[in-house]
């Protein structure tokens, strides 16, 4: 062969990995900012990685040069051994605009991963469309709706994204689009700029208040971690593919159980508290009950009277949802709701079992509740609950009233609902019943009668009698007793594969 043929690859290749120049590299360096390349190797095993599109680049002739890999860094790599499609956007390359040289690598990293049964990874950092390649009748019909796949997000496969800087256009959609997302704070996640956003509505908008991280953490939900580093949202990623197959027709990993996962679970007594009204952090007992260590909470500040993490129980993967007495009593606001149904959507697609921890009073209800839409969201709750079929087992902590007891999961929607000897369940709150029924309040004279009338049948006894509650446990029994009857509820006829029926369900709500 020519030797010049030979030289002109390596010559090309060089072009390439220069990214935006070492100009705008040192810039990002001197910034404390890390670059795509860094990124890549803080996410992908060492030397797993092997690149799709290196010599990829602007479609249009004139910026060829200019456009080194098309503004994406994109191959395929292993992440604790296994492959992963995944695309790290090269923001010195014209801010990792949309185009359509890109467009096409991503979508062949999408397919690919979707046929081939390996996770998708994106890595955003981007300005949005690239213009004015998007401008006018061509640029429309050249760059957009041309990939009618692009947004068919099916959880055939697990998506994770990453928001880093400023993350405008695509980088907000693919983390709208996946089953987890992470942010670095001080960084930046809306639909376009605030410069074009304040041209639009003709005022100055502050980046924080467009898209910052608590707009996110707080308001949105869209996030599910926030970390302060981008080496740290790279271990986000990671953490989070531990938990998950590779694809939908997979069991998830399971993981040897460290000598210390289990933990004294007599602790769970003095967490719990002995009055029926007093407020705990149901979250230190999640962290008593699964292997030490192992919880993963998602969307922590938003809708935190729920509480939804992926943990390990004996190695296991298994999806867990709580109410936290801590915020709120534990009543279930509409962002809690919202919190709770795209998580446990994810869990179901993707096979992993659920286990519920309730004590709730009900829904919270208002003014304010019903402009968001609550009946909505609780009727979406109550579908969504009713088409999971992964094993699932409801415990009953204290309090489970009403409507929301049925979407926790309580009587028939899961294979086993069992309670602690401090569980009560009933219609609703006798302290609000007693309200209803006989128009006494706390601290009027006859309402402790009263209330003893109303509150008599709402311990857990009649309904292990009739068997409506499988069992009665003690709290520190709790451990040992999910893990042999998610052992005993394994979907063994069809190696651990759930139905699915939710797998089209929407990714944001």
Not at 9 to 26: F, I, Q, S
Not at 89 to 99: E, I, L, M, Q, R
Not at 435 to 447: M, Q, S
């Amino acid at each position: 062969m020519d030797e010049k043929l030979l030289q002109d690859v390596d010559a090309r290749r060089a072009r390439a990995a220069r990214m935006g120049g070492p100009e705008k590299l040192e810039s990002r360096r001197k910034r404390g900012g890390t670059n795509a390349i860094e990124r890549l190797g803080f996410l992908v095993d060492p030397g797993s990685f092997i690149e799709t599109g290196l010599l990829g680049a602007s479609s249009l002739k004139a910026d060829e040069a200019a456009t080194p890999r098309d503004g994406k860094v994109c191959g395929f790599a292993k992440i604790d051994g296994r492959d992963v499609a995944v695309c790290v956007n090269d923001f010195t390359v014209k801010g990792a605009s949309t185009g359509a040289t890109n467009g096409r690598k991503l979508a062949h990293l999408r397919r690919t991963a979707t046929e081939k049964g390996m996770a998708f990874v994106h890595i955003g950092e981007s300005t949005g469309a690239r213009l004015p390649d998007a401008m006018g009748s061509r640029g429309m019909g050249t760059m957009l709706g041309n990939d009618p796949t692009q947004f068919r997000r099916a959880r055939d496969t697990p998506w994770a994204s990453a928001a880093l800087d400023t993350s405008f256009g695509s980088s907000a959609w693919l983390c709208c689009c996946s089953d987890f997302a992470v942010m670095r704070k001080g960084s930046v996640m809306a639909v376009s700029s605030p410069r074009l956003v304040s041209m639009a509505i003709g005022e100055k908008v502050d980046l924080e208040e467009l898209g910052g991280w608590r707009v996110h953490a707080e308001l949105t939900g869209l996030i599910d971690r926030f970390v302060d580093s981008d080496e740290e949202a790279m271990a986000e990623v990671r953490r989070f593919l531990s938990y998950m197959p590779s694809h939908n027709g997979a069991p998830p990993p399971e993981c040897a159980v460290a000598e210390d996962a289990v933990q004294d679970q007599n602790a769970i007594l003095e967490v719990l508290p002995a009055k029926r009204t007093q407020v705990y952090d149901m979250r230190k007992i999640i962290a008593v009950i699964f292997d030490r260590g192992s919880v993963f909470e998602l969307k922590a500040r938003f809708g935190r009277s729920a509480v939804v993490a992926l943990a390990r129980l004996g190695g296991r993967s298994v999806g867990v949802i709580a109410n936290n007495p801590n915020v709120a009593g534990g009543a279930l606001s509409v962002e809690a709701v919202r919190k709770i149904v795209d998580f446990q959507v994810m869990c179901d697609s993707f096979n992993i079992p659920i286990v519920r921890l309730v004590d709730t009073p009900g829904f919270v209800v208002g003014t304010d509740a019903e402009r968001k839409g609550a009946p909505g969201h609780i009727m979406n709750f109550m579908n969504c609950t009713s088409f999971v079929t992964v094993p699932s087992i409801t415990v009953i902590a204290r309090k489970a009233y009403g409507r929301a007891y049925v979407a926790m999961g309580g009587g028939r929607h899961n294979e086993e609902m069992i309670a602690w000897p401090t569980a009560e369940v009933s219609f609703m709150d006798p302290t609000f019943a007693t309200t209803i029924v006989h128009g006494l309040k706390p601290g009027d004279e006859g309402f402790e009668e009263a209330f003893a009338e109303i509150g008599k049948d709402t311990e857990i006894w009649d309904m292990a009698t009739i068997y409506s509650v499988q069992n009665v446990i003690k709290p520190q029994e709790t451990r040992d007793y999910l893990i042999r009857m998610l052992d005993v509820y394994r979907l063994r006829r069809s190696g651990g594969i759930g139905e699915h029926l939710m797998r089209n369900w929407p990714t944001s709500m």
